[in-house]
């Protein structure tokens, strides 16, 4: 006897007959209604019950050959049996219809036994098992489906699927086919359970955050028609940074794939504008990990030196960690002294200069040397230790390494804390209020200091737009 198995996808409908009864709509909805179907993460928790379920439904197929039976010559004369049960593959739940061969079936049987499978499934197999309703607790009922409601429809041999998954090598390759980064993240750790991942994480945020401000920012400039007509992509520029900040747990391989673009909000959102009205958000992420449209469109500009994270390229990489952080100190510098006088603002004027000045000729023009990348991000705030120290005088040199080495003129300044390290809390404690002023005070005292005429700053960069 040989065997063999295949493979093809699942949806899952949830109804509440109750709240449809009082909605009027029981009876008469389509069970099938986009608005019922939930995400293959949701169905992890009625996975048991479905298992059951499949199982129970032998009872309405022949005992020893299922749904063989139904098979017409010369296929029925090798096709012993086919039984459909449900399986997981590390949280994506497929159909799986295990059979029994008298003797192998050649390419165009096997093509044949596909078809025939393919309608059973399409009309829900047997005698209708996707019209079933699945008791899953508080009255809530679930609806299996062996097909899908969009183009991802799939029906493949063990060896097919698994080239699928990326854990065999076909053909006419010679490496294995790599799984996506949607795929490698279901054997990883999450940001919850890896203090080296929660780092990753939040060093992504910074640049989702980033990536909001500055939308928002050009935003400013639109006028009300431009604004009315992007409606869709502002929700959905707002939705998916609520989303990936606050909600998503993420892993390190999708960490790694967002971090490659310059603007991986964007990457999101494009797919939240799109499908959010009729996908989860877990399908909606899944979708953009696994299928990785945006890395294959080239729509969306990269991070240079982001395909490997090796030798030059991981120092790209950390610079752009750097450029995202100065973006986010500019913003939050910016929203500090909001709410100061314009009198106060003209007092604190070579302050803000100064800060303009700092972070574009650190992101435009400056050659970091070596290690200058990585100890300025152990700070949170390394725009203001460089802007702090910035000259005064317009011939004097803008002497970053100079700057960084007065190691004892930073010890007020906060450093990111280590995820890994619980010592670094205290390491990143910031010396108390009274020696160290808040901005508002800074521009205070600024005020009431005898204004001297004005100097410029070094060189073009001290200029920087209106607040």
Same mark, same amino acid.
């Given at each position: 006897?040989?065997?063999?198995?295949?493979?093809?996808?699942?949806?899952?409908?949830?109804?509440?007959?109750?709240?449809?009864?009082?909605?009027?709509?029981?009876?008469?909805?389509?069970?099938?209604?986009?608005?019922?179907?939930?995400?293959?993460?949701?169905?992890?928790?009625?996975?048991?019950?479905?298992?059951?379920?499949?199982?129970?439904?032998?009872?309405?197929?022949?005992?020893?050959?299922?749904?063989?039976?139904?098979?017409?010559?010369?296929?029925?004369?090798?096709?012993?049996?086919?039984?459909?049960?449900?399986?997981?593959?590390?949280?994506?739940?497929?159909?799986?219809?295990?059979?029994?061969?008298?003797?192998?079936?050649?390419?165009?049987?096997?093509?044949?036994?596909?078809?025939?499978?393919?309608?059973?499934?399409?009309?829900?197999?047997?005698?209708?098992?996707?019209?079933?309703?699945?008791?899953?607790?508080?009255?809530?009922?679930?609806?299996?489906?062996?097909?899908?409601?969009?183009?991802?429809?799939?029906?493949?041999?063990?060896?097919?699927?698994?080239?699928?998954?990326?854990?065999?090598?076909?053909?006419?390759?010679?490496?294995?086919?790599?799984?996506?980064?949607?795929?490698?993240?279901?054997?990883?750790?999450?940001?919850?359970?890896?203090?080296?991942?929660?780092?990753?994480?939040?060093?992504?945020?910074?640049?989702?955050?980033?990536?909001?401000?500055?939308?928002?920012?050009?935003?400013?400039?639109?006028?009300?028609?431009?604004?009315?007509?992007?409606?869709?992509?502002?929700?959905?520029?707002?939705?998916?940074?609520?989303?990936?900040?606050?909600?998503?747990?993420?892993?390190?391989?999708?960490?790694?794939?967002?971090?490659?673009?310059?603007?991986?909000?964007?990457?999101?959102?494009?797919?939240?504008?799109?499908?959010?009205?009729?996908?989860?958000?877990?399908?909606?992420?899944?979708?953009?990990?696994?299928?990785?449209?945006?890395?294959?469109?080239?729509?969306?500009?990269?991070?240079?030196?982001?395909?490997?994270?090796?030798?030059?390229?991981?120092?790209?990489?950390?610079?752009?960690?750097?450029?995202?952080?100065?973006?986010?100190?500019?913003?939050?510098?910016?929203?500090?002294?909001?709410?100061?006088?314009?009198?106060?603002?003209?007092?604190?004027?070579?302050?803000? $200069? %100064?800060?303009? =000045?700092?972070? &574009?000729?650190?992101? /435009?023009?400056? #050659?970091?040397?070596?290690?200058? +990348?990585?100890?300025?991000?152990?700070?949170?705030?390394?725009?203001?230790?460089?802007?702090?120290?910035?000259?005064?005088?317009?011939?004097?040199?803008?002497?970053?390494?100079?700057?960084?080495?007065?190691?004892?003129?930073?010890?007020?300044?906060?450093?990111?804390?280590? $995820? %890994?390290?619980? =010592?670094?809390? &205290?390491?990143?404690? /910031?010396?108390? #209020?009274?020696?160290?002023?808040? +901005?508002?005070?800074?521009?205070?005292?600024?005020?009431?200091?005898?204004?001297?005429?004005?100097?410029?700053?070094?060189?073009?960069?001290?200029?920087?737009?209106?607040?």
């Amino acid at each position: 006897m040989e065997t063999e198995k295949l493979y093809s996808p699942l949806e899952f409908y949830l109804h509440d007959p109750r709240e449809e009864e009082r909605s009027g709509e029981y009876g008469t909805a389509d069970l099938y209604d986009e608005q019922y179907k939930i995400s293959q993460f949701d169905a992890a928790e009625y996975a048991d019950a479905i298992e059951l379920a499949i199982r129970r439904d032998r009872d309405h197929m022949d005992k020893t050959r299922g749904l063989a039976e139904y098979l017409d010559e010369p296929l029925a004369g090798k096709v012993v049996s086919l039984f459909p049960e449900f399986e997981d593959y590390g949280g994506l739940y497929v159909c799986v219809a295990n059979i029994t061969l008298s003797e192998p079936l050649t390419p165009d049987e096997m093509g044949e036994l596909k078809q025939w499978w393919s309608g059973q499934l399409s009309d829900g197999w047997g005698e209708g098992f996707e019209q079933r309703e699945i008791a899953v607790g508080n009255g809530d009922e679930l609806y299996v489906v062996p097909w899908t409601s969009d183009d991802s429809f799939f029906l493949e041999t063990e060896r097919e699927f698994n080239m699928r998954l990326g854990y065999e090598i076909p053909d006419s390759q010679s490496e294995v086919v790599p799984l996506s980064p949607a795929e490698k993240a279901l054997d990883e750790p999450d940001a919850s359970d890896s203090p080296e991942v929660a780092a990753m994480r939040d060093r992504l945020i910074i640049r989702l955050d980033v990536n909001l401000s500055n939308y928002l920012d050009d935003l400013k400039k639109a006028d009300s028609l431009i604004l009315t007509e992007n409606s869709f992509e502002i929700a959905a520029m707002c939705y998916a940074h609520n989303y990936l900040t606050h909600m998503h747990n993420f892993h390190p391989s999708e960490i790694e794939y967002l971090a490659q673009f310059r603007d991986p909000l964007k990457v999101v959102a494009d797919e939240f504008e799109w499908d959010a009205a009729t996908e989860s958000r877990s399908d909606i992420t899944w979708k953009v990990f696994h299928d990785q449209e945006a890395l294959k469109s080239g729509k969306h500009e990269l991070v240079p030196g982001t395909h490997t994270e090796t030798g030059d390229a991981a120092v790209d990489v950390r610079k752009q960690e750097l450029f995202d952080r100065l973006d986010a100190n500019m913003s939050d510098y910016r929203k500090n002294i909001m709410g100061a006088s314009k009198e106060d603002i003209f007092g604190m004027a070579e302050d803000i $200069a %100064s800060r303009y =000045a700092a972070r &574009e000729y650190m992101k /435009t023009a400056y #050659d970091f040397k070596t290690g200058e +990348v990585e100890f300025l991000l152990q700070f949170q705030d390394p725009l203001s230790l460089i802007a702090e120290n910035w000259p005064d005088m317009a011939d004097a040199p803008v002497d970053i390494p100079s700057i960084i080495d007065i190691r004892g003129s930073h010890s007020h300044y906060a450093k990111v804390m280590d $995820a %890994s390290n619980p =010592a670094s809390m &205290e390491n990143a404690r /910031t010396t108390p #209020d009274a020696e160290k002023p808040s +901005v508002m005070e800074r521009i205070r005292d600024a005020a009431r200091i005898p204004k001297e005429p004005r100097k410029d700053k070094t060189n073009c960069y001290r200029s920087g737009p209106e607040l």
